[in-house]
């Protein structure tokens, strides 16, 4: 085995023995919560995102590391299974980021004012926000399922196939390749704009209290804050990875190698693997029983 293949192997390793455990500490201590108290509309959503988040990490760095080694596990239909449902983990992280900063936005309102109004139709709602949100994300990751093939398939290829090392998306032409990345940059930067706009009025929301000095209760602050931190994670690693798939679809030359398959997903890992760090330390509910299901583990 050669030295980048190995290194590629202990990075994605990596994040999988840190973001799982992690995330499965969040669920853990959420589902704890739940089992005692009924948990809040932000509650609800961070729940949700740990566990498209564990997802995302054990089936995509799982299969990564085990790939650098040059184990491949899966036929056709396995690959199309595989990252279709990783395409759609990595979608609802995002769009459920965004819901989770429209909502801590609404949270700072006033009583009695409209945004207060829209909050508490957000939080009565999220049931059938979270089923739009699945639906609609299922339904634009549906390109896996027409072109995913295994990588020992390889003699099928076309010129317009994307090596993503343990499977190949194999489209039939540039036109389907290039529709198929514009839906995919479109996707993540609707709510990478709505979810900047949120924070920017978050944060300008909370200097305006301290100046004013009221500065509300540490509890807010510091879930205000930890969604800020969330978003701007997600801001930085999504913005490579969506700057890196731009940058596959104008230079041919990169389809047939696994680089910047690898950089992409290496990136948008990243914030699944980060993001329950940051949850538990703006928590102090779900630190102290997160703690408990780490110590457990």
Sequence with gaps: MDAGALTRGLL???????????NIAVIFAFLSLAYQE????????????????????????????????????????????VIFLYRTSRSLSIWLTFVLSAYQCLSVSPPG?????????????????????????????AAPLLFAIAARNDSKLSPNAINVEFCFLNFPSRLARDANGAAQVGRDVVPMALMAVASVLLLA?????????????????????????????????????????????????????????????????????VSPVVIIVSNTRVSRRAGDALRRC
């Design 12 to 22: 994605f390793l990596s994040l999988a023995v840190t973001g799982v455990p992690g």
């Design 38 to 81: 009924r948990l809040s509309p932000a509650d609800a959503i961070v729940l949700h995102l740990a566990i498209v988040n564990l997802a995302n990490l054990a089936v995509r760095c799982v299969l990564e590391v085990l790939a650098s080694f040059s184990v491949y596990v899966f036929d056709d239909i396995g690959c199309k299974a």
């Design 113 to 141: 004012s409209r945004r207060a109004s829209a909050r508490a139709l957000l939080g009565r709602s999220l049931c059938v926000v979270f089923l739009a949100l699945w639906l609609i994300n299922g339904s634009m990751s």
């Design 205 to 273: 929301f909370l200097r305006r209290r301290r100046a004013t000095a009221r500065s509300g209760s540490l509890a807010e602050r510091r879930a205000a804050l930890g969604v800020i931190t969330l978003v701007s994670l997600y801001l930085l690693f999504y913005g490579v990875d969506n700057g890196l798939w731009v940058y596959t679809l104008s230079v041919p030359q990169t389809l047939g190698s696994s680089l910047i398959s690898d950089l992409r997903i290496f990136f948008s890992s990243l914030y699944a693997a």
